[in-house]
């Protein structure tokens, strides 16, 4: 074979190389990436873990789409965001989420967001310093009290539990006047919590250094940074359960009861406390086929994503879709009923 003829061929191997890449280029596995912003929680937190995890499971997965974690106060200020446009997708608490799709308070009118998946529940944790003086909620009355940080689902389910203590600046709905030939019972109102509007590390602070009688909290078990504050400071984890009826009662059946194990926080027994849900969100305007690409590495990858945020957690389907007044995204529907039926 000449020089000139091995040239022609070399030139022409070329040629078909290039015809196949621009080929491959056109296919819709090689288009080009779709980046969708995703609105977590503060640093250190467990939306945030979440949100890094999924980043990075998607970022392997091969799919053509990008996730972008975003830090941010958590729920509510996720909703919002999800509202304006800033993000494409979110995590948020169940209770924040149908306050949002309802347009009930903090929620000025009903938000247009869909759910995507019920992917793990939060755990309501009150905590106060084991010798201190807080035995129960009716205790925090005039008392200072960390309550989540603002725009956060912290804030909104701690809200509703000292409202329906007697202990918000919120008043409570007006009961029925007593008849007139019954004289009205008399009594004075126990003083409201000192509500201070601070994130989980501020919280953690404030009762190491005696400037908070109590922390709420809500989030997976254990969450780290009570874990290693309990190895330095003897805690007391008050029980909340009774308060669940109420909550049901008043808000929604996203209220449940759940139970702080025995073991975690060097608990000797269960505690038994409120269980909210947590939705993967996204705008109604997320397309489908990425929505689709994104449930597929969420159920894929599920023990990677919650290994940071909650112990013996599992994400099953008839679970996922469990998302109350927030409609699922068609994308996800369309998932669920293509994978399971």
């Known amino acids: 074979m000449t020089s000139a003829e091995v040239t022609r061929r070399r030139a022409m191997g070329a040629g078909l190389g290039a015809l196949a890449g621009a080929l491959a280029g056109c296919s819709g596995a090689s288009g080009p990436v779709r980046r969708l912003r995703l609105a977590t929680g503060p640093e250190g937190g467990p939306y945030n873990a979440f949100g890094q995890a999924l980043a990075q499971a998607v970022a392997a997965s091969g799919h053509r789409i990008e996730i972008v974690p975003v830090s941010t106060a958590a729920s509510v200020n996720n909703l919002r965001k999800l509202d304006n446009g800033s993000v494409e997708l979110a995590l948020a608490m169940a209770d924040a989420a149908e306050d949002a799709v309802l347009g009930r308070e903090p929620f000025p009118r009903p938000t247009p967001v869909t759910a995507l998946a019920r992917v793990y529940v939060n755990y309501t944790h009150l905590v ?182 909650t112990a013996g957690a599992r994400l099953e389907p008839r679970f996922a879709i469990s998302t109350g007044e927030v409609p699922l995204h068609p994308g996800a529907v369309a998932h669920y009923r293509s994978v399971y039926g």
Do not use: C, H
């Open 128 to 309: 106060v310093a084991a010798d201190g003086p807080v035995r129960s909620v009716k205790d925090l009355a005039g008392r200072p009290v960390a309550a989540g940080a603002a725009g956060s689902g912290v804030q909104v389910v701690t809200e509703r539990v000292l409202r329906a203590a007697g202990l918000s600046g919120v008043p409570a709905p007006a009961p029925a006047p007593a008849p007139v030939s019954t004289p009205a019972p008399t009594s004075t109102p126990a003083p409201a919590a000192d509500e201070r509007p601070l994130g989980l590390a501020a919280s953690v602070s404030a009762l190491r250094e005696g400037s908070v009688d109590a922390v709420f909290w809500s989030g997976g078990v254990p969450t780290p940074a009570l874990a290693a504050l309990a190895r330095e400071l003897p805690l007391r984890f008050l029980p909340l359960d009774d308060y669940v009826g109420p909550l049901r009662e008043r808000y929604a059946p996203v209220y449940t009861a759940v139970t702080l194990p025995a073991g975690v926080y060097g608990l000797t027994e269960p505690v038994g406390t409120i269980g909210v849900g947590n939705y993967l969100m996204a705008r109604a305007d997320v397309p489908q086929d990425a929505v689709r690409d994104l449930l597929r590495v969420v159920f894929d990858r599920w023990r990677d994503l919650l290994r940071e945020v």
